[in-house]
């Protein structure tokens, strides 16, 4: 089945730098792939997704990569912000063996000010 | 229009009772899943329906059951609560399978 690991597992960074969070996944069929903000006690939000068609998409100050070849795709977030501090997951959505989305284990990013 | 509606928030267990765990959702998704999220490990699918009246496995079933009898309503039944079944519970639901999920608020379970 999909197997989806992320790195790192936990960034510090200061305010106003870049943070860059990679996660690789096994399924070569997985084809929509997902990134999730989870503030401390609240419910997992999408912050940006990406499909297999296409190899960056940009959001404001949040882009993501995707490299079908390689199979792996990473998170960018420019000018952070303290607010951007929470758990920010990744997830690889595959229809081989059922229809699943499986998630990588998290990456906690701290920024300070 | 509720989005994804969980319930209890909390709940306690004693080890071997049994316990349904609520999710509905109003938008009309096909897709409905269950989720279990532990310190360390991200979330891990436990369930997964792509409709009323089909469901299936995730990465780890054991231990639980589910139901799709409407498009609304996907309960999550834990037969037997054991210990290592604590934890927060996240159902979400979706368009479909490869589309954005939205997530309940969670239950968070504790079995002693």
């Known amino acids: 089945g999909e197997n989806v690991e992320q790195h790192p597992s936990t960034l510090s960074v200061q305010e106003g730098d870049s943070a860059v969070i990679k996660c690789t996944y096994s399924?070569?069929?997985?084809?929509?792939f997902p990134w999730y903000k989870q503030e401390l006690g609240k419910r997992p939000q999408l912050i940006i997704d990406?499909?297999?068609?296409?190899g960056e998409k940009k959001d404001q100050r949040i882009a993501v990569t995707l490299n079908k070849t390689a199979k792996h795709f990473s998170l960018h977030i420019t000018e952070t912000q303290p607010e951007d501090s929470a758990v920010y997951f990744c997830?690889?959505?595959?229809?081989?063996?059922?229809?699943?989305?499986?998630f990588g284990a998290g990456t906690r990013l701290f920024v300070k000010a | 229009n509720a989005g994804v509606t969980q319930t209890p928030k909390f709940q306690v267990l004693k080890t071997g009772q049994s316990m349904t765990l609520q999710c509905a959702q109003d938008?009309?998704?096909?897709?409905m899943s269950w989720y279990r999220q532990d310190p360390g490990m991200g979330l891990r699918l436990i369930h997964y329906?792509?409709?009323?009246?089909?469901?299936d496995q995730g990465e780890v079933p054991n231990g639980y059951n589910v139901s799709r009898s409407t498009t609304e309503d996907f309960p999550l039944r834990l037969l037997s609560a054991a210990p290592s079944q604590t934890s927060v519970y996240f159902c979400?639901?979706?368009?479909?399978?490869?589309?954005?999920?939205?997530f309940g608020a969670g239950t968070r379970l504790s079995v002693l």
């Open positions: 979400a639901s979706s368009y479909s399978w490869e589309n954005i999920q939205y």
């Open positions: 399924d070569s069929a997985s084809n929509y």
């Open positions: 990406i499909r297999s068609n296409v």
């Open positions: 997830a690889a959505s595959t229809g081989t063996g059922g229809f699943k989305t499986i």
């Open positions: 938008m009309n998704h096909e897709y």
């Open positions: 329906s792509v409709g009323a009246g089909i469901t």
